[in-house]
């Protein structure tokens, strides 16, 4: 109340959000003027420090951000960087040449009070955005951490004797009944961990949306699938990410390429949510065999054959592939070969013709 007048506050007040980007202003260019970083225009949160026989790059100043950082050109050079990072507000993750990793360390130290863990052989072990990175005969592991699971079973009042083997039951229960406030608010906070742990658990990311669409109403239905789900998320809590060293043009299905191969498999299950009848897209992205990304969205619209649908599933991911393959190159300097691998002929039909005939609608939504 201001005087005589009340206000209502619809909008959030900068705050926040301009300390974040004064933040990336500050710490960025630190790392600019201090060790030749470099930051891609596409995702600014990533940086790479350049071989020490290429070029200096020119400063630009990426649209929409109000600031002036320093990029690679867009040609790939013969000299993979010695360094590469991502940046998440006041965390870094890094890899590389550990002696350029060291002096980035002193830089930053000698101005920033900061912590540092090492990963480069077994026994060590670091954490980024609550996620365990280790590593095991020679493979890196990266698992979600163990708390999320401990307060999944809390919310749902503890779990089953005999833990369940799918991250989906066979059968939906159909029951519309409303939950009381109390269970409303568990489900909900429930589905909330469920979401953020989603892109670690790939097995159940079908179940996670499907329960995501209730979270307005929770019924009676969507909480027992919820106990299934939890069930078999908890007793698979040791399941984890596993990136081996990669074989340069080896992936799932190419093999003996040249360069770097980037597969994108896509799948959808068209009209399958029975209430709405919208189908799910479904995405993996592979570099080199090792998974980068894993995604279950339910697609916008109702598509009207499979074909449709297909096709839908495809574009997403596709848009998908080429934000990472921008980001890949970026970092490793060296081309790629990218491939869309679906299971539907008549959606590769549609994607292969020359013209697009009498299909006007898909050419100026999908074909674009």
Not at 54 to 71: L, R
Not at 145 to 157: C, N, P, S, T, V
Request: charged share 20%.
């Amino acid at each position: 109340r201001i005087g005589s007048a009340w206000y209502v506050l619809l909008r959030c007040l900068p705050g926040q959000r301009d300390g974040s980007l004064a933040w990336y202003k500050e710490f960025s260019g630190f790392l600019q003027e201090e060790a030749r970083v470099q930051f891609s225009v596409e995702a600014p949160a990533l940086f790479r420090i350049p071989h020490a026989d290429e070029p200096q790059p020119q400063a630009v100043t990426i649209p929409g951000h109000s600031t002036t950082v320093t990029v690679a050109d867009q040609g790939l050079t013969q000299h993979p960087p010695d360094a590469g990072g991502l940046i998440h507000v006041d965390d870094v993750l890094t890899a590389g040449e550990i002696s350029v990793l060291e002096g980035l360390e002193s830089k930053v130290r000698a101005r920033y009070k900061i912590t540092v863990q090492w990963l480069t052989c077994e026994g060590e072990e670091l954490v980024f955005l609550k996620r365990r990175h280790f590593i095991v005969e020679g493979r890196l592991l990266i698992e979600p951490h163990q708390r999320h699971f401990g307060k999944l079973a809390e919310l749902i009042g503890g779990l089953p004797r005999s833990p369940k083997r799918s991250p989906m039951p066979s059968t939906v229960d159909p029951s519309e009944a409303p939950l009381g406030d109390d269970k409303a608010g568990r489900f909900r906070s429930a589905v909330g961990v469920l979401l953020y742990l989603q892109p670690d658990l790939v097995a159940a990311q079908y179940g996670i949306r499907h329960l995501s669409t209730f979270m307005a109403t929770p019924t009676e239905g969507a909480w027992k699938t919820l106990k299934h789900v939890v069930s078999y998320v908890c007793s698979t809590s040791d399941h984890c990410v596993c990136l081996d060293i990669p074989v340069r043009g080896s992936g799932q299905i190419k093999q003996h390429l040249p360069c770097d191969v980037m597969e994108i498999m896509t799948d959808a299950d068209w009209s399958g949510d029975s209430r709405t009848r919208k189908s799910v897209s479904s995405c993996q992205v592979f570099i080199n065999g090792h998974l980068l990304l894993s995604t279950s969205r339910t697609q916008k619209a109702i598509s009207l054959s499979s074909c449709e649908s297909e096709l839908n599933a495809s574009e997403a991911a596709v848009i998908e592939g080429i934000l990472l393959r921008t980001a890949h190159e970026f970092l490793h300097r060296l081309p790629s070969a990218t491939c869309l691998l679906g299971d539907s002929a008549a959606a590769r039909g549609v994607m292969q013709r020359s013209g697009v005939g009498k299909v006007r609608h898909i050419s100026g939504k999908l074909l674009w």
